[in-house]
């Protein structure tokens, strides 16, 4: 296995994140690759979304990864060896979310000629990382059902800013006290044009339906 | 029931939060009323671990709550509904984290003077409020088996700060892919003083050490 490349990225409190972020969206616009901005709580399943999604579509779509953590590699190093996809670890040192100045590092430690589509695992946060625009094209988040239905009244702004909502963990539905019907009607009252899909990582439940979706977002977003 | 209270706090970014801590620390001890600041991820179980503690203490230990959220005062309105106990609603208006000019402003919405204890459920969030010291007696934490083992891998800051760490939902351990000897090992390569004890609060397990644990702090930090 190649070595996980790690990046120790520092927020620049002088940067434009707004004008950082346009940049970002340019680059990839002309590079013609897809970049999706993946978020949620700590321990909801990103890094096992993006290994089952590799899974389905690392052969027919040049993928990269950016991982990013306040501190360790272990994500990076499990993308690489469970997928062989490229993987960049970003270590925030303590930092609660990615700007577009850390994607930027990122981006520019893969080679994007080669890539349709870069996945970015944000740090586990339901807060920070919805206020700074990374420059994806789209923002992906995923609510687990063990964190409760109630997470649109509290952190509302992260589901507003997503367009798409992954609910994982749909196989604890019998054992969780978990509304889903209340859910989707919390998001939609926050965000009514966002795309609810059902998933399970573990059993593999919903991962086709999302793997269409994101399949579409990539073919379709540079075309024409 | 009571209306529940709502403060809207806000970041004074010139406040010198050690010094801000360092007073709330004084002004509980003299008041011989323990501060306790509960942290997690999101949806992890810190208003059912403090449901579940007021039912075994509420008889014989005086409970405030200081409950903290982005938005939504739903969590002050199930701790006052569920256990008739004074419930504070700080809503920290997108901000991550609780400081300790946020928790005076809670703490003098409440009568010192008639409590022994007073619980702050801080931001579900496991990055931000490590880094700022609320004043608080001592630290607790949740992780939930569904976050995963890894957790202090990527959050280290967080275990390092607290006194106690809850493993709760432990009656997922055997649908999960968790280690618990793995979990504990490298808790205790951060913080090999920090007392770990399992609970689940949906069957209760575990949740007469977690209040004998608790109450022997409330009864012992300020006597003699």
Same mark, same amino acid.
């Given at each position: 296995?190649?070595?996980?490349?790690?990046?120790?990225?520092?927020?620049?409190?002088?940067?434009?994140?707004?004008?950082?972020?346009?940049?970002?969206?340019?680059?990839?616009?002309?590079?013609?690759?897809?970049?999706?901005?993946?978020?949620? %709580?700590?321990?909801?399943?990103?890094?096992?979304?993006?290994?089952?999604?590799?899974?389905?579509?690392?052969?027919?779509?040049?993928?990269?990864?950016?991982?990013?953590?306040?501190?360790?590699?272990?994500?990076?190093?499990?993308?690489?060896?469970? %997928?062989?996809?490229?993987?960049?670890?970003?270590?925030?040192?303590?930092?609660?979310?990615?700007?577009?100045?850390?994607?930027?590092?990122?981006? #520019?430690?893969?080679?994007? #000629?080669?890539?349709?589509?870069?996945?970015?695992?944000?740090?586990?946060?339901?807060?920070?990382?919805?206020?700074?625009?990374?420059?994806?094209?789209?923002?992906?988040?995923?609510? %687990?059902?063990?964190?409760? #239905?109630?997470?649109?009244?509290?952190?509302?702004?992260?589901?507003?800013?997503?367009?798409?909502?992954?609910?994982?963990?749909? #196989?604890?539905?019998?054992?969780?006290?978990?509304?889903?019907?209340?859910?989707?009607?919390?998001?939609?009252?926050?965000?009514?044009?966002?795309?609810?899909?059902?998933?399970?990582?573990?059993?593999?439940?919903?991962?086709?339906?999302?793997?269409?979706?994101?399949?579409?977002?990539?073919?379709?977003?540079? %075309?024409?």
């Amino acid at each position: 296995m190649d070595k996980v490349r790690l990046i120790e990225v520092k927020e620049d409190i002088l940067s434009d994140n707004e004008n950082m972020a346009s940049e970002v969206r340019e680059r990839m616009r002309k590079k013609k690759a897809y970049l999706l901005n993946l978020m949620s %709580s700590p321990g909801a399943g990103k890094t096992s979304l993006i290994l089952r999604t590799l899974e389905k579509i690392k052969h027919d779509i040049r993928v990269g990864v950016i991982e990013a953590d306040i501190d360790s590699t272990v994500d990076a190093e499990k993308v690489m060896e469970e %997928s062989g996809t490229t993987a960049i670890q970003l270590r925030t040192g303590g930092f609660c979310h990615l700007d577009a100045a850390m994607v930027t590092q990122g981006l #520019d430690a893969l080679d994007l #000629d080669s890539l349709d589509l870069v996945i970015i695992e944000n740090v586990g946060n339901l807060v920070c990382p919805a206020e700074f625009d990374t420059g994806a094209t789209k923002n992906a988040m995923i609510l %687990s059902v063990p964190e409760g #239905d109630d997470k649109p009244l509290k952190y509302p702004l992260m589901f507003s800013i997503c367009h798409v909502l992954l609910v994982n963990k749909i #196989d604890y539905l019998a054992s969780e006290d978990f509304d889903l019907g209340a859910l989707k009607q919390r998001v939609r009252a926050l965000n009514p044009d966002i795309r609810i899909i059902e998933v399970s990582c573990k059993t593999g439940e919903g991962i086709n339906t999302w793997v269409d979706w994101l399949r579409n977002e990539v073919e379709t977003s540079f %075309s024409g």
